[in-house]
């Protein structure tokens, strides 16, 4: 057995007890809360080894910051684990159920998963939270961070784990896996004989190769190329407010747009009004050909390979089109199914967009920013899923869990 | 573009229409029904060439049974399809509903999966079934059969393709792949761009090479290792009631048992008397040591390796164990994760196997053949899912869906 391998062993059996832990988890939450605020400077110190060797390895300042926990963001890991703790417990409700005509009762309920991998990058406050979830649905979790944040991961798992153990409950509840190279993410994507499901967390590149190399089940998560489609029924100020919302409240988030779509008809009374508000952040505009010819020439062009583009940033594509067909076919094609948003005042628009637009957050007047597990009340999320098998848009802890029937009985026989 | 990525991409727009295609899908079920049994000569014209082939080629005899289509066969895939029609339709359910502080107000509704690819083996009804099912839950499916049924295929997706373009409805709604090579189904297991789940139905063999390969979300159905086991506490008559009906009423099929597990108090009572009902259908057991104590050395000794054997034969392996402990950590180590079920009397015993035992449908004193669509009361099945995610145990049409969230407001921005 390979030592990943055995992990994979080791969290089977930990999901074994965890999966009938029922109030015990959230003691374990509350003790890993409490053991990260008492164990912060431990944290801190690792933290500074990562810091230093990013830098010495030439890390952007915004990784840099991504990956630096104070003190203030340790306290934020610790609430966050708090109130995890305070969800209801979704093990053991009871989905559905029924008598068949031979007397058997047929009850259909929520179990955890069982064991989960998580494969991320850089933020070393994915370790706290995403442990937390699994735990609190009686999942066992493999954690895999990025090599950049391997010290601060390290501390904060150890910490945790000690913590679950004094709390009564198998420290193998969190495993990390230390080896940073890709051949032991590799082998994770292979365990499917200790796995039940895969999350990737992180940019495009590593989501894609999980994807294509897992034979364990994945869940897909995060790429947004989202979409504003202003009707030609739009109010033009309300859809210049939600674009300048959508795009330049947090440009490098997955619910942020990418691209916006005018209908020819309000396109010279709407796009002045859109460009003069994102021309106060410096939004660079890539239009269409009757984009530059309403807004000039200032307007770089759009190529095609635009409208496919995630760009997380300060840069927006714009594309006049001659109908809501037109706008719902080019987000049928070029979406990466995350978040859309249609402005219109008539009622017929607003239905046909709704229905007819395959994503996972379909919005009417609204910016896409809403589309968070804690915007729509989920508690927690643990990622937004962008595809349609398990769980679709923002996952709480209800989609860290299977089902089960059971069938009860007085002898029948078929 | 190769053939298969232009069916994808027709199946695609096929989707677009079946997602908001309402009660013309029941029309075009209904249509299906009437065309299969109007040209039940040509499907038969066509399975005897099948039948002519497969008895050249060497098919066994229960091969050639399950490829043969008669006019009574022609008449229960109408049937079926008929009664999938008068089902209710899943696509719009609001699944639940809120108003945040906000005003907007969240609603998640069931919307079709869109493209389903089924990979199936020998039985050419199976295209009529799964073509009707994916089709009431608005999705358009690539079916790719076996070779020995590809003529019987051939007629009756054409047949079901025309009717449903009489009905109004896209007849890329169906597709047949009539590549019957390997290739075939290598090349939409990586059809990630059009196919959102592929479902491969037939022997342990091709839904092992599915899950290993395909990069498309996959529901592993089907692989049933299940077990009976006989607590301490058991009723001996009913255990051997319930022993005889789950293996031999249809030893073939994936909810039959495979492995016996009994408390040692109750073994020298239990086992004679199982051993007499099996051995009225000529039943192989395979023992363990004290099994064979008890029964005799005309009893196989089992192997480590007859633990993990899925028999669909008239052989069950047979252990003795010391605890209900010793029966559930077995399950978890041997099993397929299908159906298990305990024969017991004692209300801590029954309420630890159901709570402890982690398979898709687990039993109290029941037969496991219960385990099934139409007997679950779902009208309906595609197959009975052993993986954790989306789907569990018998999948109806509800499993056929995905979910959307609609969010309407009038101008909030975050």
Redesign the interface.
Known sequence: MTVIEQMGAKA?EAA?IL??AGNKKNKALNAIADALIENADTIIKANNLDIENGKNNGLTPSLIDRLTLGKDRIEGMAYGVRKVATLPDPVGNVISG?T?PNG?T?T?VK?P??VIGIIFEARPNVTADAAALCLKAGNAVILRGGKEAINSNKAISEIMRNAIEKAGLPKDSIQLITDTSRNSATELMQL?EYL??LIPRGGAGLIKAV??NS?V???ETGVGNCHVYVDKYA?TD?AA??I???KT?RPSVCNAIETILIHKDVASEALPKIKEKLDTKNVQLRGCKITREILGNDVVEAEESDYYTEFLDYILACKVVESIDEAIAHI?KYSSGHSECIVTKDYNS?NTF???V??????????T???DGG???LGAEIGIST????A??PMGINELT?????????????
Do not use: C, W
Request: aromatic share 8%.
């Open positions: 089977k074994r999966s009938v029924n068949l058997l047929v259909k179990v998963l069982g499917s039940d499901v994807v294509e034979k089940p994945v869940i109010d309300m407010d939600i300048f919302n959508a409240d049928s607003a709704t229905s007819q395959d994503s996972a957050a379909v919005y009417v007047n609204t910016s920013r809403f589309t915007e729509f009340g595809q349609k098998l398990h679709r848009g299977s089902s089960k029937f059971i069938i009860e009985g007085n002898g029948q026989i078929r």
